[in-house]
T-cell receptor, first 113, second 111 residues
């Protein structure tokens, strides 16, 4: 699993509350990604990072923000959670260039009531 | 819009049979990758095939790539119950620098 951890692993929250998910890697890889996985939609890219303080939007970035102040940590924030953001969130890293093999964390199951 | 789309969406076979899954994509690619996901887990990389390659093997896995048809297939030979999982293809368009995942094929191998 390339030393990737995600926290929390499970979270239940209420609509309108802010939520922050953390992805931590132990190997100082440059590229990090946040995806969400929903039935019928597969895996969709939310945001990605190509270095400290360097981030960019993915396919489904509305309602999400990210920060990367250290190489090893990539944070995903739902500024005001909505029920449509109920999903399983996966963090991934790429060991080489952006489109090389990706290694995934174990996922965070988020439920927004 | 999805770059990669897998077919079939679900496949059920008996142990020992071969399983074939297909992936079609829309734009030119640098490489195509296959991943496996066991229930409740993160995706695990299986194999990467570059645009200038036509076939690649890894153990019981065989991947083919036909860039003229914009399609790839993943063959799992002599399947086992432990192969039960969802399988995803991912492509990197030559412009974009990101991987785009398909919706996956759900494989069930019955003992």
């Amino acid at each position: 699993d390339a030393g990737i951890t995600q926290s929390p692993r499970h979270k239940v929250t209420e609509t309108g509350t802010p939520v922050t998910l953390r992805c931590h890697q132990t190997e100082n890889h440059r590229y990090m990604y946040w995806y969400r996985q929903d039935p019928g939609h597969g895996l969709r890219l939310i945001h990605y990072s190509y270095g400290v303080k360097d981030t960019d939007k993915g396919e489904v970035s509305d309602g999400y923000s990210v920060s990367r102040s250290k190489t090893e940590d990539f944070l995903l924030t739902l500024e005001s959670a909505t029920s449509s953001q109920t999903s399983v969130y996966f963090c991934a890293i790429s060991v080489g260039i952006a489109t090389d093999t990706q290694y995934f964390g174990p996922g965070t199951r988020l439920t927004v009531l | 819009s999805q770059q990669g789309e897998e077919d079939p969406q679900a496949l059920s076979i008996q142990e020992g049979e071969n399983a074939t899954m297909n992936c079609s994509y829309k734009t030119s690619i640098n490489n195509l990758q296959w991943y496996r996901q066991n229930s409740g887990r993160g995706l695990v990389h299986l194999i990467l095939i570059r645009s200038n390659e036509r076939e690649k093997h890894s153990g019981r896995l065989r991947v083919t790539l036909d860039t003229s048809k914009k399609s790839s297939s993943l063959l799992i030979t002599a399947s086992r119950a432990a192969d039960t999982a969802s399988y995803f293809c991912a492509t990197d368009a030559t412009q974009g620098g990101k991987l785009i995942f398909g919706q996956g094929t759900e494989l069930s191998v019955k003992p």
